[in-house]
């Protein structure tokens, strides 16, 4: 017997939810094989030295939706998680003004008292709906989705502890959660707030990802969908891993590793064996094949069904499925190694504001506007964004003295008219650079080295279908049920012993690795759909 | 943490730098290492309370009454200018968002107090009311001067006639030449008063009620004596014996002014209230919860302190934690409140008690943790206020 006879199963991507689904196969005694193709793990959870010295988090850059079940069970603390809080989000204004929610609630209100004595009260009683909101949407995150369609005895049980889940909710919150299921963030918000940039800052959490407008119905609940990360308890928190969210990857593949599972890097899968319908094993770049009685997916639902697979191998309306899930791109990354700290013309200086998230959202239309460019085909001119500055909450990511800064840009679309090329990146480059130097106008001359990610480059070099952060739009039309497609919501494919565990199914991108745990749990369970 | 704008006078006295945030604001907790001096000081002379980090609302307008008499309990029409009425308001289901006291400075003007901000509460149930709310918690210091000589501290700065100003009553005085508000409220269960003014003026007022007091024995006070009083005095504290609806995650959370023994605020002949409905219905059947005071029984205190080797220790200071109580089929209420009254030498608490367990003179226990045990001492359902004296409204 070769080697590959070894082992029981297949993953195939050592991103965070593929090393998930690894470690709690192997948690059950399965002797597992992940297979990454870059040469470290992580996938979009990745820290890379790109310039000497500077630690950057090249793609996902904040933690907050992981699910705290994983980190207890696999015992991450252990294996070197640390998350650092992120405790306040700066809003510079372009007039000069700022707006700044801060961990402390007196301080907050204080802060949007000042913008609007209503909505310093209004912004207390939406904390409290969306502390409710998440409470009654918080068990779908860690439940495997039922099929509304079948009759399985297994569905139907599903389907009526949801059932009575919501009905527990009582008439106002239920009817509250349909809004936030239908609405867009900025109708939304419009209800609540009538301070602008307060509103277009919570809006931001609304289409971060999505190839939508803060005006686009169904924003409301990707909203939502940022409210349910929770640390220690505590809903709504975001966090920064030590060492950058490759620290997450790694911890996990720590975890992985001491239960016996065996990861090979620079290691890329051409394509899933399949003999009588059934995954048998995997077909290397390079010609060499491995032989396993259950293949897994951590790649996005495009890429795995429609490059890995033979076609020939799945019904048709299956295939028909996943070329309609929509997974286009919509946000690119600049990461900046800078020589000072930049300093806010609104609030001068280094301070607790630079500590926490930094959002360019000064209003609504905004925000609306950097999606009209996005909608015709151009990267944003003034672009939202979501900056950290890694280096003030772990020194380790900068040499002393000196900083990372990580910006999150939205909206870069994948399909820019003209394609992305060298000199398109650079030009999106200057525009998020220009955009913020409005705000910190030294923020020029102190950078010494500069990352720009395109949806593009998240294609090529992180295999993300239309570079999309999620695997996958997180709208509702592919959330829950129809997560990647109707019917196969439950991690199983249509090919038997091939299954998909990475963010293209339930619940869906982030750090979460919801996905992951859930894929491994329904695979030890067994069986057929 | 901002200080108030009493805080140039109140951080130089806080020895103790004992300080607690309230509303936003520093607030001290004590000004003595140790409280006792500063409780007393309420009971038999005079303690000085900065209650600036109450919110303050103006409310003003020809609708004013109209809108008042909608939003609170009780019977705004009742209250002629110059009263000043305690009262709660509820939510659509009749429980309670917040308490507080509402003076009648004119015919279209209103003072409000409350724990927690109202504004947009206030705003929602104005729809087409001629009435305006304005802000004033910031612009207004407050300061609570309570104890038996506190009428003697104000009337010898003022030629205006203290005496005239009867229990829940509101007047426009100079108080050693600064313009203030005087009313006879408190948070103590004693003669007191609570005098508002100008942030700018609050620094002079200070200095002209310590000036004044000196010779009647006045002692800054902070918030760890005040609490021993207010439950002497069996008034409820927002947040701590009740959870505002607000803030509550539970339906099961929320109280209404009934189950909080305050149906005396609830005028149901009232035509329309927010709450109304749910609260004439609960009127008819009962509540089925009631907040009530509690006796703890010294001997049984004394049995189970004795049962670990000790003799009774009693809490030095209020208490704010849930605590069980038990009846005979096990725990009907909880205590949310408590302390050892130095004054009546008996321990009591505030407790929400279910049906039966409530009705007074009712045997119950609570715990009491003795050297790490959790026991069981017993206790009465009394009448509140535990304290009362004739001077508070003579």
Redesign the interface.
């Given at each position: 017997m070769g080697r590959e006879a070894a082992y029981d199963a297949i993953v195939i991507g050592g991103g965070h939810n593929g090393l998930t689904t690894a470690a709690y196969l192997a948690r059950a005694g399965r002797n597992v094989l992940v297979l990454e193709r870059r040469h470290l793990v992580g996938g979009s959870t990745v820290t890379e030295e790109v310039f000497p010295g500077f630690k950057f988090s090249v793609l996902s850059y904040v933690v907050s939706l992981l699910r705290p079940e994983i980190i207890r069970e696999l015992e991450l603390p252990r294996h070197g998680l640390e998350i650092l809080p992120l405790e306040s989000t700066f809003t510079p204004l372009p007039n000069g003004d700022q707006l700044t929610r801060w961990a402390d609630h007196?301080?907050t209100?204080?802060e949007i008292y000042r913008h609007s004595?209503?909505d310093?009260?209004?912004y207390?009683?939406f904390g409290?709906l969306m502390?409710?909101m998440a409470?009654a949407v918080k068990p779908i995150l860690s439940m495997v989705p039922p099929d509304p369609t079948s009759l399985s005895r297994k569905d139907l049980r599903g389907l009526l502890s949801l059932g009575k889940h919501f009905r527990d909710l009582?008439e106002a919150d239920f009817f509250m959660l349909y809004k936030l299921m239908t609405m867009s963030s900025a109708d939304f918000l419009d209800e609540w707030f009538e301070t602008d940039p307060l509103k277009a800052t919570m809006s931001a959490s609304g289409i971060i990802g999505t190839f939508l407008g803060p005006r686009s119905p169904g924003t409301a609940y990707v909203q939502l969908h940022h409210y349910m990360g929770e640390i220690d308890g505590a809903f709504r928190a975001w966090g920064f891993a030590r060492g950058g969210t490759g620290a997450v990857a790694d911890s996990i593949a720590s975890a992985a590793r001491e239960l016996g599972v065996t990861i090979r890097n620079d290691t890329a899968v051409e394509q899933v064996i399949v003999r009588g319908g059934r995954a048998v094993g995997v077909a290397l770049e390079g010609g060499e094949e491995v032989r396993a009685p259950t293949v897994i997916s951590g790649l996005d639902p495009r890429r795995t069904f429609l490059h890995l697979v033979d076609e020939g191998d799945l019904p048709p309306d299956f295939v028909q499925s996943i070329r309609r899930y929509r997974s286009v791109g919509s946000s690119g990354k600049v990461n900046l190694a800078l020589g000072e700290l930049p300093n806010f013309t609104s609030l001068p200086g280094d301070g607790d504001h630079l500590r926490g998230a930094i959002s360019i959202s000064p209003s609504q239309d905004y925000l609306e506007r950097a999606y009209d460019d996005a909608k015709y085909g151009e990267f944003s001119r003034h672009p939202y964004m979501d900056v950290i500055i890694p280096s003030l909450i772990d020194p380790g990511m900068a040499p002393p003295g000196k900083h990372v800064m990580s910006c999150f840009v939205q909206y870069a679309p994948y399909k820019l008219n003209g394609g992305w090329n060298d000199e398109r990146r650079e030009a999106f480059g200057d525009a998020v650079i220009d955009t913020l130097s409005e705000y910190a106008p030294n923020l020029k001359s102190a950078i010494i080295h500069r990352q720009v990610v395109t949806p593009q480059d998240m294609e090529d070099e992180f295999g993300l279908t239309g570079g999309n952060i999620f695997h996958g739009e997180l709208s509702l039309q592919q959330l829950f049920f129809l997560r990647p497609a109707p019917r196969w919501a439950n991690y199983r494919t249509p090919i038997r012993d091939f299954y998909l565990c990475g963010s293209g199914a339930h619940p869906g991108g982030g750090i979460c690795g919801g996905p992951g745990r859930l894929a491994a749990l329904e695979i030890l369970k067994g069986g057929a759909r | 943490m901002p200080g108030t704008p009493l805080h140039e006078r109140t951080s130089a006295l806080c020895r103790a730098s004992n300080w607690r945030r309230w509303g936003g604001f520093l607030a001290a907790g004590s000004y003595d290492l140790y409280h006792d001096r500063e409780y007393w000081a309420i009971r038999n002379a005079a303690g000085l309370i900065d209650v600036s980090p109450l919110y303050k609302y103006l409310i003003r307008g020809p609708d004013a009454v109209r809108f008042l008499d909608r939003l609170v309990t009780r019977n705004v029409r009742k209250c002629a200018v110059g009263r000043v009425m305690y009262t709660p308001w509820c939510d659509g289901d009749g429980k309670v968002i917040d308490d507080g006291t509402l003076a009648r400075l004119d015919e279209g003007v209103f003072r409000l107090t409350s724990a927690d901000p109202s504004l947009l509460w206030f705003h929602d149930n104005a729809a087409g009311m001629d009435v305006s709310f304005e802000d004033v918690s910031e612009r207004t210091a407050a300061l609570a001067l309570q104890g038996p000589n506190a009428r003697k501290i104000l009337q010898a700065l003022t030629s205006a006639d203290m005496d005239g100003l009867r229990f829940f009553g509101v007047m426009d005085v100079d108080l050693a030449g600064i313009p203030v508000s005087v009313s006879r409220t408190g948070y103590t269960g004693d003669l007191g008063y609570e005098v508002w003014v100008d942030a700018a003026q609050a620094i002079p007022l200070w200095d002209a009620l310590m000036e004044s007091g000196r010779s009647y024995g006045i002692v800054p006070t902070g918030l760890m004596a005040l609490d021993m009083a207010r439950i002497e005095a069996g008034l409820v504290l927002v947040t701590v014996d009740y959870v505002p609806t607000h803030q509550a995650l539970l339906e099961s959370q929320k109280s209404t002014p009934l189950e909080l023994g305050l149906a005396w605020t609830v005028d149901l002949d009232k035509e329309h209230f927010v709450g109304r409905d749910a609260l004439a219905r609960q009127a008819e059947t009962g509540p089925e919860w009631r907040l009530r005071g509690l006796e703890i029984d010294w001997v049984s205190l004394e049995q189970a302190y004795g049962s670990a080797g000790l003799p009774p220790m009693v809490p030095s200071s209020a208490w704010r934690t849930s605590v069980p109580v038990y009846g005979g089929r096990g725990q009907v209420g909880y205590a949310t409140s408590g302390c050892w009254s130095p004054l009546l030498k008996k321990y009591i608490a505030l407790a929400h008690l279910e049906g039966t367990a409530g009705v007074l003179g009712t045997s119950l226990e609570m715990e009491v943790t003795v050297e790490h045990q959790r026991l069981r001492a017993a206790a009465t359902v009394v009448e509140t206020p535990f304290f009362d004296p004739p001077r508070k409204r003579g």
């Open positions: 007196d301080q209100r204080r004595p209503l310093a009260d209004a207390d009683r409290q502390y409710r409470l009582g | -």
